[in-house]
């Protein structure tokens, strides 16, 4: 699995665009990229994930590079409830194993 | 998204006693879970992946006696934690894939054990 890079935390206001990076320098060509989000005590819950083309569903949107070396997880309209631990993580989709990081803890303010 | 329930959802028990964990997909059946381990602060550590029908694999440093894992059907996994001891009060989280959802894994809400 791709070691990914994440800062450890960022703020973000209240009804603006929260733009999330990750860095996964040794992605191999067929590994996803998957971001996960965890709320304070509760299990993570999946945002999204894609291998090449942006992506764009319901919770949020997925722009990865060309060289697919860095992504960036975008929530177009941050809420309070958005705030949580967000996990960037390569995998091969469905070899299943998916190796947690540190993440980035996401405050968004009022 | 795919549904997984957890039960307990939380558990409180004395030293030497053994605790079951149930994990459950709602609404699809789930040839593969996994058990994964959260301490405070921390991230999630994978504890073992459980295959409908076979042996559990566990994950280094992981004791397979200590921590029981069954998975009889394909919507049901379990996970025993036998001869408890303080030191395995942490939060236990699992997980489930389906191959009708692009393969996607989606979690439990998580069962946090505090042995005393």
């Known amino acids: 699995d791709a070691k990914t890079t994440q800062p450890p935390s960022m703020d973000c206001a209240e009804g603006r665009a929260a733009n999330l990076p990750c860095n996964h320098s040794t992605i191999s060509g067929n590994e996803y990229v998957y971001w996960y989000r965890q709320i304070h005590s509760q299990g993570p819950q999946y945002i999204i994930h894609g291998l090449k083309n942006n992506e764009t569903n319901e919770m949020a949107s997925l722009i990865i590079t060309e060289d697919r070396k860095s992504s960036t997880l975008i929530l177009p309209h941050a809420t309070l409830r958005d705030t949580a631990v967000y996990y960037c993580?390569?995998?091969?989709?469905?070899?299943?194993?998916?190796?947690f990081g540190q993440g980035t803890r996401l405050t968004i303010n009022p | 998204g795919a549904v997984v329930s957890q039960h307990p959802s939380r558990v409180i028990c004395k030293s030497g006693t053994s605790v079951k964990i149930e994990c459950r997909s709602l609404d699809f059946q789930a040839t593969t879970m996994f058990w994964y381990r959260q301490f405070p602060k921390k991230s999630l550590m994978l504890m073992a992946t459980?295959?409908?029908?076979?042996?559990?694999?566990?994950e280094q440093g992981v004791e397979k006696d200590k921590f029981l894992i069954n998975h009889a059907s394909l919507t049901l996994s379990t996970l025993t934690v036998t001869s408890a001891h303080p030191e395995d009060s942490s939060f236990y989280i699992c997980?489930?894939?389906?191959?009708?959802?692009?393969?996607?894994?989606?979690f439990g809400p998580g069962t946090r054990l505090l042995v005393l």
């Open positions: 459980s295959n409908e029908g076979s042996k559990a694999t566990y």
């Open positions: 997980s489930a894939i389906t191959r009708g959802l692009a393969e996607t894994q989606y």
């Open positions: 993580i390569g995998s091969i989709q469905g070899a299943q194993k998916l190796v």
